[in-house]
């Protein structure tokens, strides 16, 4: 049986049963059991956002080491745009670029000039005919999820289009076998350095019947002051940057759809404003758009919460670093705007969507029903105290026998009280 490799974690040891991530998970994956979280894998979607509420430091993303890279003979860097905001008075990104050949890559590969060629193929697809508007962007990894667990009446309205990070890989690759024609591509070691753990679980899981071409995904977090000790500003570097402004922007909320040059876009980010924005399209809420971009973390990928840098900061600073860039250093022939194959993928991963009590029919019905005569004697205050993040949630655990009624302790108080006072 398929098992879902997730890279949230939950360290026991740290966890004290407190409710703050019981009540930010956005799929309710997370239940207070024995006095600890419990995070269920089937509705997990990685965002991470139980890591950046969590008080205690008992959520963790499990990376990999950069050691786990000596096992290949050529080793190819993918710096995420978000990289280049995470480093104060930059001002040239070949710094970056050039500090990462000093750790040991032999190569780098900028997921900023693989973003600006996706921006092309999204600008021609968005030309066809007979496509399911608005297009969803398949960038976010935590949204695709979201989507196959918690709305999969939208599948259709995702673009079928690898992200960034994989044609970067794809990319990557292929110059390294042109370039260097003794190599054989099991020689060849492609590494993600990641904001989010969402890309991180992508990685690991593939994406359906894909399987993808990074072999080792880093956090920036484990690789900022490795690579910050081997920048050394006022040096020259050679000129290794191949993107521009449309590539960077990718790293903050909105970048992606402004490169479409179409205003008919909406772009949101934050994983609750992302659900909010799924749940009007799924009810044909929204105004008619060409487009939507959605990102999990607060300011898009600036905001993930493998990054050291406040996301605000880190986004002013690619400001910066944009002003003085070409729009664009990347272009294709009419040949290959044609969307290729290797960009576009074909299927999506089979979940059960969590909304889904039971695969009969009936039975989900009179579950349904059960639940909401349950709800109806809950006393409709969320507290959390059951280990539920909310009283709806809490009477779907009973009705699947995952907990008992008695664990309301509200409604054990008002029923002794009730008691209490009868025998006065």
Same mark, same amino acid.
């Given at each position: ?51 950046? +509420? ?38 040239? +990104? ?23 060629? +996706? ?47 994989? +044609? ?140 050291? !840098? ?8 690619? !400001? ?39 695969? @009969?029919?009936?039975? @989900? ?46 409604? !054990? ?12």
């Amino acid at each position: 049986m398929y098992t879902y490799e997730h890279s949230v974690y939950l360290d026991v040891e740290k966890c004290n049963g407190c409710t703050t991530c019981l009540k930010h998970c956005p799929t309710e994956a997370i239940r207070i059991r024995d006095n600890h979280a419990v995070i269920n894998g089937e509705r997990c979607i990685d965002c991470g956002e139980c890591i950046r +509420v969590c008080p205690h430091s008992a959520k963790k993303a499990i990376c990999n080491k950069l050691s786990d890279m000596d096992r290949f003979k050529y080793k190819i860097a993918l710096p995420a745009p978000t990289l280049y905001g995470q480093f104060d008075n930059l001002d040239d +990104v070949d710094y970056v670029l050039d500090g990462l050949l000093k750790l040991g890559f032999d190569d780098v590969f900028e997921v900023s000039a693989a973003a600006e060629l +996706v921006s092309i193929y999204t600008r021609n697809y968005l030309k066809k005919k007979n496509i399911k508007k608005p297009l969803i962007s398949s960038a976010c990894p935590a949204v695709m999820r979201l989507i196959c667990l918690r709305f999969p009446s939208l599948k259709e309205n995702i673009i079928p289009m690898l992200p960034p990070m994989e +044609v970067a890989a794809r990319l990557a690759r292929e110059k390294a076998l042109r370039e260097h024609p003794d190599l054989k591509d099991s020689d060849i070691g492609v590494c993600f350095i990641s904001p989010c753990p969402a890309k991180v679980s992508y990685v690991r899981n593939g994406f359906a019947e894909y399987e993808s071409l990074v072999d080792v995904v880093v956090s920036i977090k484990d690789i900022y002051f490795k690579l910050i000790s081997k920048m050394k500003y006022g040096e020259d570097v050679r000129s290794l940057s191949a993107s521009g402004m449309i590539g960077i922007g990718w790293a903050t909320s909105g970048g992606e759809s402004t490169a479409i040059f179409n205003d008919s876009y909406l772009a949101a980010d934050g994983i609750d404003n992302c659900n909010k924005v799924l749940d009007q399209i799924e009810n044909g809420n929204i105004p008619p758009l060409e487009y939507i971009e959605l990102n999990a973390c607060t300011g898009g990928c600036v905001g993930g919460v493998l990054t050291i !840098q406040n996301p605000f900061i880190a986004k002013a600073r690619l !400001q910066g670093l944009r002003r003085y860039l070409p729009v664009s250093q990347n272009f294709l022939s009419k040949e290959d705007e044609q969307l290729p194959d290797s960009v576009m993928f074909d299927d999506f991963p089979v979940y059960k969507p969590i909304s889904r009590l039971s695969d @009969s029919m009936q039975e @989900s019905m009179r579950m349904m029903l059960e639940i909401q005569k349950l709800r109806e004697e809950l006393p409709g205050i969320d507290c959390g105290s059951c280990g539920a993040p909310n009283c709806r949630a809490f009477a779907e655990d009973i009705v699947k026998k995952q907990t008992n009624l008695e664990n309301c302790l509200i409604r !054990q108080r008002t029923l002794k009280k009730g008691e209490s006072d009868n025998d006065g």
